[in-house]
Nanobody, 121 residues
């Protein structure tokens, strides 16, 4: 059974930082593309960042480029999202997801339960 468990969300002030973690089990992590999604109230879910299993290739949605970094530790079956220079518009539920196809854009097959990130101004 595949499980993705996020942690690290919470409350931050604008300009601050948070690091999200996603621990995976039940899949061959080192062969799986991982992504971080977010969904704010009243908005569609969007792919924030994704990383291939080697870590060599990543992509980011434009609004987080230069502020967020996705990286992974295959020995720990964990993917991270370092979020710096946070803005109130980053407030959302953040979820990690795994793609069996390996493509950065998905489709994504497995999902975590999500963690709330709230950025105050």
């Amino acid at each position: 059974q595949v499980q993705l468990v996020e942690s690290g969300g919470g409350l931050a002030q604008a300009g601050g930082s948070l690091r999200l973690s996603c621990a995976a089990s039940g899949l061959t992590f080192r062969r799986t593309t991982m992504g971080w999604f977010r969904q704010a109230p009243g908005k569609e879910r969007e792919l924030v960042a994704a990383i291939v299993w080697t870590g060599i290739s990543q992509n980011y949605t434009d609004s987080v480029k230069g502020r967020f970094t996705i990286y992974r530790d295959n020995a720990k079956n964990t993917v991270y999202l370092q979020m710096n220079s946070l803005k109130p518009e980053d407030t959302a539920v953040y979820s990690c997801a795994a793609s069996k196809t390996g493509a950065l854009g998905g489709p994504y097959d497995y999902w975590g339960q999500g963690t709330q990130v709230t950025v105050s101004s």
